[in-house]
């Protein structure tokens, strides 16, 4: 079984400043790992995943996410960050089997202001 | 495409009531799942399907019964309602590595 662990709940970020959000994982096999963004009242949208290979990982929007095996970590960075990044950020991971089921982290409220 | 759907949009049922969530997909998408989200909990699996006709439980499926019938349509049932299954509930279906998700369902429980 897999858990998803992110440790901040909340993140207040002054506009054009970095940001990263953290993110740990825990398996006993091997793992994909996604960041997903949420806008008020809508659904999941994808910003990036890491399946292989590199792992820096670019997404959308300006985003990016390093893998660190050694570390079971995936955290999620902006260099510079817009009011329109005011979101819910959740940190997802799953097995690499048939089903791929995710399991989630609770997620971490980013607020740019200005 | 329309991509993932989901009907109702907000529902408020009584304790005891049942009710149908429908999912529907246009992608030809053989996976799809169930999930929900509550505040301060990330989203929690409830259900999920591997093609047509297949259905598996998740973390959380009690009080919950699915069907896919169709490959396109993924339904969730709630036989009797209760306050703690008051939650938003999203859908999703599957391709290579990707869950693209529905615009979710809110639904209250009194």
């Known amino acids: 079984a897999q858990s998803v662990t992110q440790l901040d709940s909340q993140v207040p970020v002054f506009e054009e400043a970095p940001v990263e959000l953290r993110c740990n994982y825990s398996?006993?096999?091997?793992?994909?790992l996604f960041w997903y963004v949420q806008y008020p009242n809508q659904g999941l949208q994808l910003l990036l995943k890491?399946?292989?290979?590199?792992?820096l990982v670019k997404g959308i929007n300006g985003f990016e996410a390093e893998f660190n095996k050694s570390q079971t970590s995936f955290h999620l960075r902006k260099p510079s960050v817009h009011i329109s990044d005011t979101a819910e950020y959740f940190c997802?991971?799953?097995?690499?089997?048939?089903?791929?089921?995710?399991?989630f982290g609770k997620g971490t409220k980013l607020t740019v202001n200005p | 495409n329309a991509g993932v759907t989901q009907t109702p949009k907000f529902r408020v049922l009584k304790t005891g009531q049942s009710m149908t969530l429908l999912c529907a997909q246009d992608?030809?998408?053989?996976?799809m799942y169930w999930y929900r989200q509550d505040p301060g909990m990330g989203l929690r699996l409830i259900h999920y399907?591997?093609?047509?006709?297949?259905?598996a439980k998740g973390e959380v499926p009690d009080g919950y019964n699915v069907s896919r019938l169709k490959k396109q349509n993924f339904l969730l049932g709630l036989e009797s309602a209760a306050p703690s299954q008051t939650s938003v509930y999203f859908c999703?279906?599957?391709?290579?590595?990707?869950?693209?998700f529905g615009p979710g369902t809110r639904l209250t429980v009194t």
């Open positions: 999703a279906s599957k391709l290579d590595h990707e869950q693209y």
């Open positions: 398996s006993s096999v091997s793992v994909y």
């Open positions: 890491y399946l292989s290979g590199s792992t």
């Open positions: 997802a991971v799953s097995d690499q089997g048939g089903s791929e089921k995710l399991v």
């Open positions: 992608m030809n998408h053989e996976y």
């Open positions: 399907s591997v093609g047509e006709g297949t259905t």
